[in-house]
Every structure is written in structure tokens, then in C-alpha cells.
């Protein structure tokens, strides 16, 4: 990473200056996304802006620049950085004030950085499948909106870290509705299940394009809410996000998914993906 879109610029991080009382800082009040690259090519730029609109619009953060600015600048500072693989970050705070709760005035401009980073390797555990747990789901009731009050998210990574898993699932009242950073698919009788795109979960890219191929190639995908033991009762699980694209879940608080590694519908939805991408 040698530069960074600072606003309209595109400066070293060596220049970047973060207000102190930019209200990202002191309370969350800002919104991200975090858009893949591969082989030197964005992956579905336009609807991660389309979301960041959207998450802007119910935080009441005024959008600044528009998309053509926008998209050009990132493509730009992809090139800067020679990113061919990895993702841009780009995040948008209310801006700096004077630390009071209440929004400041007119005066006071949103914030826009962004940077580029490469990725790992994911291809080990796309092939193998991951280990995961269950916990409590215990944030807050807007989990569409993707801003950066993440305090909920990092706490149940922590946990699934602390436990030798890759990812936390969380449950709201026995419902599952995603893992701390990703979106969660059941397969049941070769009908694939994921918690509905509403208030309780973040509508991901990844989510929204594996259910639009699934349905090309006459998969049943429903979108309805299902329970923990349905999880553990599943034939298959996956995860999906951007970076991690498509990720089987072989163990759920040490039972066995299924057979216990990936299923044949979780690795053709991984080839269709890739194809994608690729």
C-alpha cells in the first residue's frame, strides 16, 4: 500500500492525518465497504456502491462525490498501488466536530479514505472447509446497515478465535442469522437455506450473487429463517464474503456437518463462483 484517497487526493499514508474528533473515531458514525480484486479486475463495484449509498441514506451522512468520481478514483488507486489480487477499503464518516451526540451542522463535510491491500491465500480453506461455533447474536437491530459499530462482530470473532475456529455463527433466539463476518447457507435435502436479507443481517454481495447463480442453474434457494439445530441437522453449510468468496463448514461446535467435509452442491456453487471471478 503506497497510496491513499484522501477525499479528492491521493496521498502517502506517511501524509495522512486523522482529525481527532472525526466522529468515526470517537463513535462509529461512518460507513465502509470492502470490494474484492481479482487478477487485476474489481468484483461487482457497482452494487458494493450501491450499498454504501443505501447505508449512507439510513445514517442520514450526506453521499459526497458521485459514483462516476467515485469508481475512477478507486480504479485509480488500485492502479497506483499495482493491486492485482486483495481488496480496497473505503470508508465514509460523518466527518469532524466538536464531540457532541447529536449530528453537526451542514458545515461539517463527510470524511472519504480509501486504500488497497492484497489478500491471502484462501484456497486452503475453500478446499478443506472450516470449524465454526455457535453464539448469541447481540447486536444491535440494524445489522443492514454496514457501518463501522462493529463492537458485536469483533467480540463474537474473538470468541470463535479463542476457541480454534474460523468463524463465529450467530443465533437470535435459537434463529441463525450470519457469522461475524459472513453470511451463512444450509443445504437440506439438496434445497439450499439462508436467513432472509432484512434488518437482522448485512445483505452481502457475495450472499446476493451466489443466490442469483444458484437460481441460473435451477438450484431452490430459500430465503426464510431457520434454527440452530437445523444448522447441525444440515447435509451442508457455507460460508460466503467478499475475499473468502465461498467457504464449506465441515464443524459446527464439534458435530459434524454432514459427512464432515465439503458436499458436492457446496463445491459446485465454489466452481460457479470461481468461474466469476475468474
Same mark, same amino acid.
Given at each position: 500500500m503506497n497510496?491513499?484517497?484522501?477525499?479528492?487526493?491521493?496521498?502517502?499514508?506517511?501524509? %495522512?492525518? +486523522? #482529525?481527532?474528533?472525526d466522529r468515526g473515531y470517537q463513535f462509529g458514525d461512518g460507513i465502509y465497504e470492502v470490494i474484492g480484486v481479482y487478477n487485476g479486475k474489481t468484483f461487482k463495484m457497482i452494487e458494493h456502491l450501491n450499498r454504501l449509498e443505501r447505508?449512507?441514506?439510513? %445514517?442520514? +451522512? #450526506?453521499?459526497?462525490?458521485?459514483?462516476?468520481?467515485?469508481?475512477?478514483s478507486l480504479e485509480k488507486l488500485q492502479s497506483l498501488n499495482g493491486l492485482q489480487n486483495g481488496m480496497i477499503y473505503?470508508?465514509?464518516?460523518?466527518?469532524?466536530?466538536?464531540?457532541?451526540?447529536?449530528?453537526?451542522g451542514s458545515d461539517v463535510p463527510p470524511v472519504l479514505i480509501a486504500y488497497t491491500r492484497e489478500m491471502n491465500d484462501n484456497s486452503f480453506i475453500q478446499k478443506k472447509g472450516v470449524e465454526c461455533i455457535t453464539t448469541e447474536d447481540l447486536r444491535w437491530l440494524r445489522c443492514d446497515i454496514k457501518s463501522l459499530n462493529l463492537l458485536g462482530n469483533v467480540l463474537a470473532k474473538q470468541k470463535a478465535v479463542e476457541n480454534n475456529s474460523f468463524e463465529a455463527i450467530l443465533c437470535r433466539n435459537e434463529i441463525v442469522t450470519e457469522g461475524s463476518a459472513t453470511n451463512v447457507f444450509?443445504?437440506?435435502?439438496?434445497?439450499?437455506?439462508?436467513?432472509?436479507?432484512?434488518?437482522?443481517?448485512?445483505?452481502?454481495?457475495?450472499?446476493?450473487?451466489?443466490?442469483?447463480?444458484?437460481?441460473?442453474?435451477?438450484?431452490?434457494?430459500?430465503?426464510?429463517?431457520?434454527?440452530?439445530?437445523?444448522?447441525?441437522?444440515?447435509?451442508?453449510?457455507?460460508?460466503?464474503?467478499?475475499l473468502i468468496d465461498v467457504v464449506p463448514v465441515r464443524k459446527i461446535n464439534d458435530y459434524n456437518i454432514g459427512s464432515g467435509v465439503p458436499g458436492s452442491i457446496t463445491i459446485g456453487i465454489q466452481q460457479i463462483?470461481?468461474?466469476l471471478i475468474n
Amino acid at each position: 500500500m503506497n497510496y491513499i484517497l484522501y477525499d479528492k487526493n491521493f496521498i502517502t499514508i506517511e501524509d %495522512l492525518k +486523522i #482529525d481527532m474528533e472525526d466522529r468515526g473515531y470517537q463513535f462509529g458514525d461512518g460507513i465502509y465497504e470492502v470490494i474484492g480484486v481479482y487478477n487485476g479486475k474489481t468484483f461487482k463495484m457497482i452494487e458494493h456502491l450501491n450499498r454504501l449509498e443505501r447505508s449512507a441514506k439510513e %445514517l442520514q +451522512i #450526506d453521499f459526497p462525490h458521485d459514483f462516476r468520481f467515485l469508481k475512477e478514483s478507486l480504479e485509480k488507486l488500485q492502479s497506483l498501488n499495482g493491486l492485482q489480487n486483495g481488496m480496497i477499503y473505503l470508508q465514509i464518516t460523518r466527518g469532524a466536530a466538536s464531540r457532541v451526540h447529536h449530528f453537526p451542522g451542514s458545515d461539517v463535510p463527510p470524511v472519504l479514505i480509501a486504500y488497497t491491500r492484497e489478500m491471502n491465500d484462501n484456497s486452503f480453506i475453500q478446499k478443506k472447509g472450516v470449524e465454526c461455533i455457535t453464539t448469541e447474536d447481540l447486536r444491535w437491530l440494524r445489522c443492514d446497515i454496514k457501518s463501522l459499530n462493529l463492537l458485536g462482530n469483533v467480540l463474537a470473532k474473538q470468541k470463535a478465535v479463542e476457541n480454534n475456529s474460523f468463524e463465529a455463527i450467530l443465533c437470535r433466539n435459537e434463529i441463525v442469522t450470519e457469522g461475524s463476518a459472513t453470511n451463512v447457507f444450509i443445504v437440506k435435502n439438496g434445497v439450499l437455506y439462508t436467513h432472509p436479507a432484512n434488518n437482522y443481517i448485512l445483505n452481502g454481495i457475495t450472499r446476493s450473487t451466489v443466490i442469483e447463480q444458484c437460481r441460473k442453474m435451477n438450484y431452490k434457494v430459500e430465503e426464510k429463517p431457520f434454527k440452530t439445530q437445523d444448522l447441525l441437522d444440515a447435509d451442508e453449510a457455507f460460508l460466503t464474503g467478499t475475499l473468502i468468496d465461498v467457504v464449506p463448514v465441515r464443524k459446527i461446535n464439534d458435530y459434524n456437518i454432514g459427512s464432515g467435509v465439503p458436499g458436492s452442491i457446496t463445491i459446485g456453487i465454489q466452481q460457479i463462483f470461481n468461474t466469476l471471478i475468474n
